[in-house]
């Protein structure tokens, strides 16, 4: 698995990702995101995506523990190396240290007076899906030693579960109809945005990145073009509308 090393992401060197029991790696990711939350005020942009990035990690765990997920391991390993690219990125950032682009335009707006909202949830939900999960698929096939292919039913749960995300946010972080008018320029926002093709491609991506694992060169080639493509949707995302 040396080929994907540059993919790797920290872990508790102690409890690495294929020892981690379901119940407990989940929740010790979940605690690292309530612990940050308390180090932003309310209306910061990364605070607005940690909150609703909090409660469908907590939902995972649940579900998780209540059996949904018929491999249990599986599941919880690819759940916390994708939690862990998110605070990866936040742990950079209170480092002063440079974050990988896709998370750049939401630490250098997260303050910006005329960016809503839903805007940052939307820039969070991009970096995070558009890039991250391809690594952590990448990342969970060489932490359980198979194929990425073996996993296409936890990440298609683990998916279900994202959903909830764009749910949650809609109905969190949405004005009411008599704000969001049709000519309103989040109208137009909203719409450029799509989690369920956001999933389809990084599960592509997932797949060229472990095809390409035997050409470091390539692979890390590919991974900085995508990091810097989902980088500039998220700065699209963020344009000021006031």
């Known amino acids: 698995m040396a080929q ?12 690495p990702a294929e020892l981690l029991t379901p119940p407990s790696s989940v929740r010790s990711v979940v605690e690292r995101m309530r612990n940050v939350r308390y180090e932003w005020p309310p209306t910061d942009g ?3 995506f940690n909150r609703v990035y909090l409660t469908v990690t907590e939902e995972l765990g649940r579900q998780i523990d209540g059996g949904r997920f018929p491999r249990p391991r ?18 950079a950032a209170a480092a002063g240290r440079r974050t990988p682009a896709c998370w750049r335009p939401l630490f250098q707006y997260r303050r ?5 909202p839903l805007q940052f949830a939307l820039a969070g939900i991009n970096a995070h899906i558009g890039h991250d999960l391809a690594l952590a698929v990448v990342d969970t ?27 949650r946010i809609r109905e969190d972080l949405m004005p009411g ?13 909203v719409g450029t945005w ?3 093709r956001a999933r389809d491609a990084a599960w592509s991506a997932a797949r060229v990145l472990w095809g390409l694992r035997e050409l470091p060169d390539l692979s890390q080639e590919f991974a900085q073009r995508m990091d810097a493509g989902v980088g500039l949707v998220g700065r699209c995302l963020l344009t000021p509308l006031r």
């Open 4 to 15: 994907i090393e540059h993919f790797a992401v920290q872990r508790d060197r102690t409890r």
């Open 46 to 48: 990364v605070a607005v």
């Open 74 to 91: 599986a599941a919880a390993t690819l759940g916390v190396l994708f939690a862990e690219r998110y605070l990866g990125a936040v742990d």
């Open 112 to 116: 910006h007076p005329g960016v809503r």
């Open 141 to 167: 096939a060489a932490a359980l030693g198979c194929e990425p292919a073996a996993l296409e039913g936890e990440f298609d749960r683990v998916g279900d579960t994202l959903a909830a995300l764009e749910e």
């Open 177 to 189: 109809p008599d704000l969001l008018e049709i000519a309103d320029p989040l109208t137009h926002l």
């Open 194 to 196: 799509s989690l369920e």
